[in-house]
């Protein structure tokens, strides 16, 4: 499997091609599971900073909401977060983004539960 974020335009925005076992793939937004462990990483070539507006695995939060959704929630803009896992620490997320005013959390889970 290889991913790489482009310069060419979908929608008129860069996107992403995903190359997997069954073809070529083009998305505008990807979700990665990196995994738990010692050192959970999102890869370092994908330069986060420029693909999306934040991105944190559940050993690096410092505040939760990020900031920017806290200032989205404060505008009483729409706000969504995207919380993966199938542990406590993805359950007890997910409320907590409920109970702090996020309007819609997808909560994604690996396997048939």
């Given at each position: 499997m290889d991913i790489d974020y482009n310069t060419s335009i979908m929608d008129g925005q860069p996107y992403f091609t995903i190359i997997t076992s069954r073809g070529v793939h083009h998305a505008l937004t990807v979700?990665?599971?990196v995994g738990a462990g010692?050192?959970?990483a999102i890869p370092a070539e994908l330069s986060l900073d420029k693909v999306t507006e934040g991105a944190c695995h559940a050993f690096n939060i410092t505040t939760f909401p990020p900031l920017h959704i806290k200032a989205k929630i404060a505008a009483k803009k729409p706000t969504n977060?995207?919380?993966i896992g199938g542990g406590l620490t993805s359950a007890q997320l997910s409320d907590l983004a409920i109970k702090h005013g996020?309007?819609?959390v997808w909560h994604?889970?690996?396997g048939p539960r």
């Open positions: 979700v990665l599971v010692n050192a959970p977060i995207v919380v996020v309007s819609k994604l889970l690996r």
